[in-house]
């Protein structure tokens, strides 16, 4: 089983911009799909995007696109999430999380192992 241990969380200005880092202990990295997903207080976790195991598909829901980027270092196992212009709403404890299937996954069945979070809060 792949074990996920997530970093980079923290407080920070609307507007402002942090970096959240996955980092995977497992040999079969490369092949997987990896999702970011985020859970605000009272909601259900939602995905925030994802990337395929090459890199070359990526999904992001329509709220942070043009404002996050996911990539991934199949050399360091490591996938990254950029927020860039966040927002009070970008609150909440992000998960990283492996899908098997290795592709960029839509649906949170797809996926497989997770990490423990980490938590963002964007203050107005």
């Known amino acids: 089983q792949e074990q996920l241990v997530e970093s980079g969380g923290g407080l920070v200005q609307a507007g402002g911009s942090l970096r959240l880092s996955c980092a995977a202990s497992g040999r079969t990295f490369s092949t997987y799909g990896m999702g970011w997903f985020r859970q605000a207080p009272g909601k259900e976790r939602e995905l925030v995007a994802a990337?395929?195991?090459?890199?070359?598909?990526?999904y992001y829901t329509d709220s942070v696109k043009g404002r996050f980027i996911i990539s991934r270092d199949n050399a360091k196992n490591t996938v990254y999430l950029q927020m860039n212009s966040l927002k009070p709403e970008d609150t909440g404890v992000y998960y990283c999380?492996?899908?098997?299937?290795?592709?960029?996954?839509?649906?949170?069945?797809?996926?497989?192992?997770w990490g423990q979070g980490t938590q963002v809060t964007v203050s107005s």
């Open positions: 990337i395929s195991w090459s890199g070359r598909n990526t």
């Open positions: 999380a492996v899908s098997r299937t290795g592709m960029a996954a839509t649906g949170i069945s797809g996926y497989d192992y």
